[in-house]
């Protein structure tokens, strides 16, 4: 009886506010819906790679339980990354490894080295961070292919010189610089697994580089969030991504970029 009391005054409350207040309120419950299951995402994305990593019959079988214990963890991604570059060595063109254990970011190609650049700085999602050995394992014991890519980078870059009239001026033409204009760098490249690699040049002083900086992850911000509400509004599982940030020189940037072929796998050892 109580409980049919106060369902009727809050009935007749509802009832009698006005249009625009009833709006307000039900902007409000779709915000905070929106928000939670948005937060809920990382949720969602440790069980997708815990099925992954569970419907693999060979590798549960071959996993030894004794690797879970936290101790071991450091040596667990190791592993995982060196066994990843192994099977790196298979392709036959130039990949990317990524190694946060030792802020290093090389260029392989048959297995051989052929560019290191040291990682100035960088940021890891804690996400990465916290999953256990078994997930680490079972993830980053794979090189993991290249689904999206987007920079500020040219990829091909090209110089416009206007042809010499005679042998002299050919000569002095040899001896000018490089006079292509070159974008402040900063790329994003996206895996197979849901994580987004973003690789931005170490220099960041200039206000065009800030702004085009700013332009870069306002992109990808809008776009992640355009992808967050369709998924709501069609009742959708919300995709969480987790991510990592990584600070190398401009020129260093620039190179790895245009040495990667067009359908390109990275080897990554989280930290």
């Known amino acids: 009886m109580v409980r049919r009391d106060i369902m009727k005054k809050i009935f007749s409350y509802f009832s009698e506010m006005s249009v625009a207040r009833k709006a307000m309120y039900l902007f409000l419950v779709l915000l905070f819906m929106f928000l939670l299951s948005v937060s809920l995402a990382p949720v969602g994305k440790k069980s997708e790679f815990r099925h992954l990593v569970e419907k693999d019959t060979l590798f549960i079988s071959g996993y030894n339980p004794v690797y879970c214990h936290p101790d071991l963890l450091p040596a667990v991604k190791e592993k995982a990354y060196k066994e990843a570059l192994l099977k790196l060595a ?10 946060l254990a030792d802020s290093s970011l090389c260029l392989y190609i048959n297995g051989i080295r052929i560019h290191r650049s040291q ?145 390109a796998y990275v080897a990554l050892g989280i930290k």
């Open 119 to 263: 990682i100035v700085s960088f940021e890891q999602d804690k996400f990465l961070g916290s999953m256990p050995g078994m997930l680490v394992a079972g993830l980053f014991s794979h090189p993991q292919r290249i689904t999206h890519e987007y920079a500020t980078i040219v990829k091909m870059p090209v110089v416009e010189r206007q042809a010499p009239k005679d042998t002299l001026e050919a000569a002095v033409n040899a001896w000018k610089p490089d006079t292509l204009i070159q974008q402040p760098a900063f790329l994003l490249l996206e895996t197979e697994k849901g994580i987004d690699l973003f690789l931005e040049q170490e220099e960041d002083a200039e206000i065009r580089e800030k702004w085009v900086r700013f332009k870069f992850h306002n992109r990808h911000f809008s776009r992640r969030t355009i992808e967050a509400l369709r998924d709501f509004v069609t009742f959708g599982k919300q995709d969480y991504h987790p991510r990592v940030t990584i600070k190398i020189p401009a020129k260093d940037l620039r190179a790895i970029y245009r040495a990667l072929p067009g359908e």
């Open 90 to 99: 298979t392709k036959d063109s130039i990949q990317l490894a990524v190694n």
